[in-house]
């Protein structure tokens, strides 16, 4: 497959793809090995899984930096769930996480 990554539109036709969203895509099984959970909050002992949260797949070399192979590679892919996934892109934009502070489980 042909893409370039450093295009926006490239990125989002290789999202909406088979191979990343198929039945068998690189998605469903970086999910499926991770056992359905955010691998960070796993790390600190929370349980975040599919059915509490929105999980989505983090390229831990980031997808404009990729080539093909690297996009689809399941050791360049974690799944995290949607709060966790924004913080490593620090989408909060300065904005403090009301749950900081709050004691985790």
């Not at 290789?14 to 099984?29: D, E, H, I, L, T």
């Not at 509490?52 to 404009?64: F, M, Y």
């Given at each position: ?12 036709r ?16 970086a999910?499926s ?73």
């Open positions: 497959m042909n893409y370039d990554f450093t295009k926006d539109s490239e990125r989002k290789f999202y909406k793809s088979s191979a990343w969203y198929g039945v068998n895509g690189a998605r469903n099984r999910v090995r991770d056992n359905n959970e955010c691998v960070w909050c796993k790390e600190e002992g929370r349980v975040t899984t599919n059915q509490t949260a929105t999980l989505e797949v983090d390229h831990i070399k980031e997808l404009k930096h990729c080539t093909y192979e690297e996009a689809i590679d399941l050791n360049n892919l974690r799944t995290l769930c949607s709060a966790c996934h924004n913080m490593r892109h620090n989408r909060f934009n300065g904005k403090k996480n009301k749950w900081a502070d709050d004691e985790k489980w």
